[in-house]
């Protein structure tokens, strides 16, 4: 059993910038593609970002050019730094490892709050 934790939320001001951590425990492979989504209240879980297991990334059109995910294998970890945040970025973001089909992933995190402020 895979257990993701996040850190690295928090409140910023627009324009600002963080840096999101997804710790993985467990089976976690190289072969594994990870992802970032996030929800707003009151609307769907929405992928953000992914990477599969040779680097190859994508992301959703609203945080092209703004965010960047990266993973480092030999610390099973997934990052998603996050710069020009704007007020609609404000979500819970969660980690998720190990696609299995569209938006199905094997294991997900509790998420972590970030919000930005105007």
């Known amino acids: 059993q895979v257990q993701l934790v996040e850190s690295g939320g928090g409140l910023v001001q627009a324009g600002g910038s963080l840096r999101l951590s997804c710790a993985a425990s467990?089976?976690?492979?190289?072969?594994?593609?990870m992802a970032w989504y996030r929800q707003a209240p009151g609307k769907q879980r929405d992928l953000v970002a992914r990477?599969?297991?040779?680097?190859?990334?994508s992301y959703a059109d609203s945080v092209k050019g703004r965010f960047t995910i990266s993973r480092d294998n030999a610390k099973n970890t997934v990052y998603l730094q996050m710069n020009s945040l704007k007020p609609e970025d404000t979500a819970v973001y969660y980690c998720?490892?190990?696609?299995?089909?569209?938006?199905?992933?094997?294991?997900w995190g509790q998420g972590t709050q970030v919000t930005v402020s105007s």
């Open positions: 467990g089976s976690i492979f190289r072969g594994d593609t």
């Open positions: 998720a490892a190990r696609r299995l089909g569209p938006n199905i992933y094997a294991s």
């Open positions: 990477i599969e297991s040779g680097g190859v990334t």
